[in-house]
């Protein structure tokens, strides 16, 4: 197992009461495989990727990294070394091009980084589908697909195992989405990530290792 | 990408907001400029006025305090002499290089005559003449001649035999021994008259007079008057001359030749007028010669205000300390108005840029809310992308002051000017503060004159430090809003 929740609790405080939007969750992740987790709008998605992502802590459960509590590790050594991140709304740097915003991350981590970094970038970028004219652009003069694809190299950047995303097509259309989702089963199968796409969409969930779906603070698999 | 190479770029990329802060940064660079330009030049000038006016102190009666007085207070206050014990306490403390005490008596000559300069001829005598002025001292070496008012041109100094028994040696100026064919190891002779005066008549009558014969040890020559000839504003020149006559005719002598005369002046009167003889008897009181004036002069003119607060408690009442450097308070009334000026000026521009640029900054930083966000969300540390921040803001800050350094330098330049310029028409009455062991001759004009707003090192890093710590500081206070964001919060 990379990642495991256990016993995951998260509320939020409505006066007296306490609203559980995660209660005494746990889900299990390995390398090589695709996951999706669905669920309404509401439901807690973001908020469960976000305790998988040390954006933010539980109430209480752990979340453990290769078998060690990402508490223990440092929430942001483990941002630095551990996990790609892919957001719904791309959150790239506009004021640099596509490929400073792959840099980005390179001299962040503690990670080995190749010499040639910048080659390493635009190669990443290519390989995602940015050619090297597009990845000298300011990421502001990208489309949204375009723009996501680089969100994407930022995440592959620093040689992690582990790529969480938020929606990361909530904001493209039906074929740009599975030119994305390709390119996740492909980072699945063929480079062995764990690569957890939490989404609205059955489509994608479909086309998924395994899916699990969230109703009230609770998951179960989807068939 | 590291967070230095991304401050840099964030300065490049973002050329308007990195426009905006220069030149928010450079306006309010120049006031701080100016305003330390100012400063540094008021303090400039106070260094060399003070300088100039002389390490030199004295003990007097402070009149104003006396002034205050009631009649009731004068009853019961008694005015103590300053005794020689006192004076040589005092010139024991340690801020004081050498010191000596005189005693000042005028008398006339029948054998020589005295050097009028210029005004010769001019000068019509009544009464008894007086036209040398014996200055006693203690201090063997001479203190004028230490301290270059008078050069030795010819003979010696006194021995402090010669000065503690009182023997009958002197030294004059070479304008008098020229003007009387005087040589070292010559003597002259003064005398010594005692008149009574008839209230009636008005008139002065001889009753008795006696020789005073003098050795001539030594020579002086004035180095004072020289300065001045190139200075020479014509008012001042009238002073000028009349003070150079005086020093022209002082004749150095030993502190107990001039109690003498003074004592035999004074016993032979009480023979001549009965009346004030009685009255004196009545009083009771021992008649003393010994009213010295101590003249300290101290290692260094700064000192002047050291060595009063620790000599004042040691004087008897109604006596204070009188510096050289206190003539200063009175004649540097336009820089010190300036200097003040430029004090608020200082402090203000320092508010406004903590609070401008505080505010600049926090408006900056949330405007780039979500790229910080990032930086956190990729596992930056807060420490560095503060630091990203915090190179964006200081080398822009950097180019300003480094702009404003000039700029506000030369503007500081202008306005002092315009402000000197106003001011001159109302300090055209100079003062001068003359009698007294402590004789000074600068005027507002000297003050004025020596004021020079200049681009010194003292000056540059002075407003370097002060500028870019003001700059420091009104980012570090909008920079605690980067510690408190989530990255959840903005980019989820
Ligand atoms: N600051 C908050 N205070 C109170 N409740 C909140 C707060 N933030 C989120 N919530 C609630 O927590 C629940 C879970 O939110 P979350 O964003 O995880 O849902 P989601 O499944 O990601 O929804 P979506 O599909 O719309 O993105 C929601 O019902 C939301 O209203
Ligand atoms: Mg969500």
Redesign the pocket.
């Known amino acids: 197992m990379i990642l495991e929740a256990k016993d995951l609790n998260y509320f939020?405080q409505d006066g007296e009461q306490r609203r559980y939007?995660l209660k005494d969750t746990s889900i299990s992740f390995e390398k090589g495989k695709f996951y999706t987790i669905l669920?309404q709008?509401?439901?807690?998605?973001?908020?469960l990727l976000s305790l998988l992502s040390a954006l933010d802590s539980p109430h209480s459960g752990t979340v453990l990294f290769n078998n060690e509590d990402i508490k223990k590790i440092g929430y942001e050594k483990y941002r630095r070394n551990n996990v790609g991140i892919i957001f719904q709304s791309y959150n790239l740097i506009p004021t640099f091009t596509a490929v400073e915003n792959v840099l980005i991350p390179m001299t962040i981590t503690e990670n080995d980084v190749p010499e040639d970094a910048k080659t390493v970038a635009y190669n990443l970028l290519d390989y995602i589908g940015i050619v090297k004219s597009k990845a000298d652009r300011p990421v502001n003069k990208l489309s949204g697909g375009e723009q996501q694809r680089v969100a994407i190299a930022r995440a592959l950047a620093t040689n992690v195992e582990l790529i969480l995303a938020d929606e990361p097509t909530g904001n493209l259309d039906e074929e740009m989405e599975q030119e994305i989702i390709d390119i996740f089963k492909r980072l699945a199968h063929e480079h062995d990530k764990c690569v957890v796409v939490v989404t609205?969409s059955n489509e994608i969930a479909l086309q998924s290792d395994q899916a699990f779906l969230l109703r009230k603070g609770v998951l179960t698999a989807y068939e | 990408m590291n967070f230095i190479k991304r401050g840099f770029l964030g300065i490049t990329r973002k050329k308007g907001k990195s426009l905006i802060l220069l030149a928010v940064i450079f306006i309010l660079g120049n006031l701080i400029s100016g305003a330390i330009s100012i400063q540094q030049a008021t303090t400039n000038v106070e260094a060399n006025i003070k300088e100039r006016l002389g390490a030199t102190a004295t003990v007097e009666l402070d009149y104003e305090e006396m002034d205050k007085l009631s009649e009731a207070d004068w009853e019961n206050t008694v005015i103590e002499d300053l005794s020689v014990d006192l004076m040589k306490q005092i010139g024991e403390l340690s801020y004081v290089k050498y010191y000596d005490f005189n005693i000042m008596h005028w008398l006339g000559s029948e054998s020589i005559d005295s050097y009028q300069g210029d005004m010769e001829g001019e000068v019509v005598h009544h009464g008894p003449s007086m036209d040398f002025m014996l200055k006693g001292i203690n201090y063997a070496p001479v203190l004028d001649i230490e301290e270059q008012k008078a050069k030795l041109v010819d003979g010696r100094v006194f021995t402090q035999e010669e000065v503690d028994n009182g023997t009958s040696v002197a030294i004059i100026s070479n304008k008098l021994a020229e003007k009387n064919n005087l040589n070292v190891g010559d003597t002259f002779t003064l005398v010594n008259e005692v008149y009574t005066w008839d209230e009636e008549t008005g008139e002065d009558n001889l009753v008795t007079s006696r020789d005073v014969v003098l050795e001539i040890i030594g020579i002086f020559e004035s180095q004072t008057i020289k300065q001045d000839d190139s200075e020479g504003s014509s008012e001042m020149g009238g002073m000028m001359d009349f003070m150079d006559i005086e020093f022209q005719n002082t004749v150095y002598v030993p502190n107990p030749i001039i109690v003498d005369e003074m004592k035999y002046q004074y016993e032979e009167y009480l023979k001549a007028d009965e009346e004030y003889a009685e009255m004196v008897a009545a009083e009771g009181e021992e008649a003393s010669f010994e009213y010295y004036t101590p003249l300290y002069v101290l290692n260094n003119p700064e000192d002047s205000e050291a060595f009063a607060e620790e000599v004042a408690p040691l004087l008897p009442n109604l006596y204070k300390v009188h510096s050289a450097t206190d003539q200063y308070d009175s004649i540097a009334g336009p820089v010190e108005s300036m200097s003040n000026l430029s004090r608020y000026v200082l402090y203000a521009a320092i508010g406004a840029t903590v609070l401008i640029i505080g505010l600049v900054v926090l408006l900056f930083l949330r405007d780039r809310k979500r790229e910080l966000g990032i930086y956190l969300s990729l596992g930056e540390k807060r420490g560095r992308v503060i630091g990203q921040i915090l190179i964006e803001v200081m080398v822009i800050a950097l180019i300003a002051i480094s702009l404003s350094l000039f700029t506000g330098n030369l503007i500081a330049g202008q306005v002092s000017e315009t402000m000197i310029n106003a001011d001159d028409q109302s300090y055209q009455d100079d003062y001068m503060y003359y009698g007294g062991a402590i004789q000074t001759h600068l005027t507002t004009q000297d003050v004025l004159d020596s004021y020079e707003v200049s681009l010194n090192s003292s000056f540059v890093l002075a407003f370097f430090g002060i500028g870019l710590l003001t700059i420091l500081i009104s980012t570090v206070i909008p920079l605690i809003y980067i510690l408190r964001l989530n990255p959840k919060k903005i980019l989820m």
């Open positions: 939020y939007i669920g709008s509401g439901s807690g998605k973001t908020t609205h």
